[in-house]
């Protein structure tokens, strides 16, 4: 379960009485942590680039393909950390994580 990141995407523009959560449609998951996801981050300029911590000790730079069958792919894998990665996240422009 905490292994993968579960993607949605709004179906449309939302009603004011309509929140967030009821006008995402699931889309899939991506696969690629071998422990459970500790957190996510992305930006606003780049909202098709995912980055996500996990307790693998790792972090993984994901794109988001929402067009295609796949909702997504793993563009890098970044390892180094010692002990599980609790969080992560990204400066404004996303050229930068702190993990």
């Avoid at 599980?84 to 050229?95: I, K």
């Amino acid at each position: 379960q905490g292994r993968f990141l579960q993607c949605a995407t709004p179906t449309g523009p939302s009603s004011s009485s309509q929140t967030m959560a009821e006008s995402l449609v699931y889309r899939g998951a991506l696969a690629g942590h071998r422990g459970w996801v500790t957190a996510i981050a992305t930006t606003y300029e780049q909202s098709n680039l995912v980055v996500s911590s996990s307790r693998d000790k790792t972090i993984m730079i994901w794109e988001l393909t929402p067009e295609q069958e796949a909702i997504g792919y793993a563009r890098k894998l970044l390892t180094g950390h010692c002990e599980p990665v609790a969080s992560v996240v990204l400066s404004s422009d996303g050229q930068f994580a702190l993990s």
